[in-house]
């Protein structure tokens, strides 16, 4: 993900266009906070019956044919994320809630105890009842980033890095989110960096991760190992997988023999054949697919106004569902609101038309609670777009 820096001159609901990488800004924990606004829809008309599709920038209501006058298929990629174009579960919501910006945010001294007892005062239940209120049909939560910190345990990452006592929580986060959001009828998606945590030394050299443009493939392999733990532990409860980092997608991904694509899309999907993953390459304003083993678009975007789709059949690109991921608040999980609510609905069915799929991302607070400005933006949205 990247940041965007505030443009000079603009107000507080303007974006500037300058950006640094979401791998500096993990890796630093440091940048300034972006302000980022669109344009006010002006003259809209109703939303579109069908997705719409873009080919040689002609936007088309109708559906492609499954079948071309020569009998050639229509390809449709795999149908793991079919869900993303119900309207039942199309938006949702994403939280990033990591030890290091915790502890930037509430002056914390981060440790272990101290960790654990973050996670063990999470109400699942509590915010369970605040994403049905707000008609949000998934919900997207980080499992860790930079810091090394991880709020579900995992013995395949202690073993394999040997740090003790161990920076993953002892409660499991993760597996206790989903009966309460399956009693609403909300999809559970995790987040993980595919690259090793940056502000962890000891982690990176037991993980064998060198940054940059390098195959790294000790590194996957035990990365797809840990990965694969926590999938096989999760089984069915988490229906997709939203892996960042993927910024050297040649040198480390795109190789015939494993680890590759399809070796890291194996691992996310151990414990669920039918979890959709995407791949996220940072950011790009047009929506694309990185691979065929991806069943969604990362999307990850700055500017909803520059989001753009070209050549997508049937709410596809190239089979993968379309989706974006975009933050409300001034950045990436902290900030007060950048948008008006006008402007959140505005963003969100932009993407909708096009037949795709959108999560937002708010900051949540140290006890695992939103705050009534974004609430009320979230609430707006699902009454625009109701399940």
């Known amino acids: 993900m990247l940041t965007s820096w505030p443009a000079a001159g603009l107000g507080s609901k303007a974006m500037g266009t300058k950006k640094i990488s979401r791998r500096e800004w993990i890796a630093s924990s440091t940048a300034a906070l972006g302000a980022a606004a669109f344009a006010e829809p002006g003259g809209a008309g109703t939303r579109a019956q069908a997705p719409l599709q873009s080919t040689g920038g002609r936007e088309q ?14 390809y449709q990629g795999t149908q793991r994320a079919d869900w993303m174009q119900n309207p039942r579960y199309a938006w949702g919501v994403m939280t990033h809630y990591l030890a290091d910006w915790q502890s930037q945010v509430n002056k914390l001294d981060m440790n272990v105890d101290l960790w654990n007892k973050m996670i063990d005062g999470w109400d699942v239940d509590g915010m369970a009842k605040r994403l049905a209120s707000v008609g949000a049909g998934h919900y997207q939560l980080s499992i860790g980033q930079n810091s ?56 990176k050299t037991a993980l064998e991760w060198q940054d940059g443009g390098y195959p790294n493939k000790n590194f996957q392999r035990k990365w797809e190992a840990i990965i694969r733990e926590w999938s096989q532990r999760w089984g069915k409860k988490v229906a997709g997988w939203w892996l960042d980092g993927v910024v050297y997608p040649d040198s480390m991904y795109r190789s015939p023999e494993p680890p590759n694509f399809a070796s890291l899309a194996a691992a996310a999907r151990a414990g669920n054949a039918d979890a959709c993953v995407a791949f996220n390459p940072g950011v790009y304003n047009r929506l694309f697919a990185m691979s065929p083993d991806e069943d969604f678009t990362a999307g990850e975007i700055d500017d909803p106004n520059l989001v753009n789709v070209r050549h997508q059949v049937n709410g596809r690109v190239d089979g993968s569902q379309i989706h974006m991921l975009c933050f409300l608040g001034e950045h990436w999980g902290k900030g007060e609101p950048r948008f008006t609510t006008e402007q959140a609905v505005a963003a969100t069915r932009k993407v909708r038309d096009w037949g795709g799929a959108v999560t937002l991302d708010v900051p949540v607070a140290m006890n695992g609670t939103i705050s009534k400005p974004f609430m009320n933006q ?6 625009a777009f109701p399940r």
Request: net charge neutral; proline share 11%.
């Open 61 to 74: 209501s109708s559906p492609q044919p499954m079948t071309a006058p020569d009998g050639q298929q229509l």
């Open 148 to 203: 090394g910190y991880y709020l579900s345990p995992n013995a395949t990452y202690d073993k394999t890095t040997g740090i003790a006592p161990s920076k993953c929580s002892r409660r499991d986060l993760v597996a206790d989110f989903y009966e309460p959001l399956r009693r609403r009828d909300i999809k559970l998606m995790v987040y993980l960096p595919s690259g090793a945590p940056n502000g962890d030394q000891a982690a």
């Open 378 to 383: 979230l609430e707006a949205i699902g009454n």
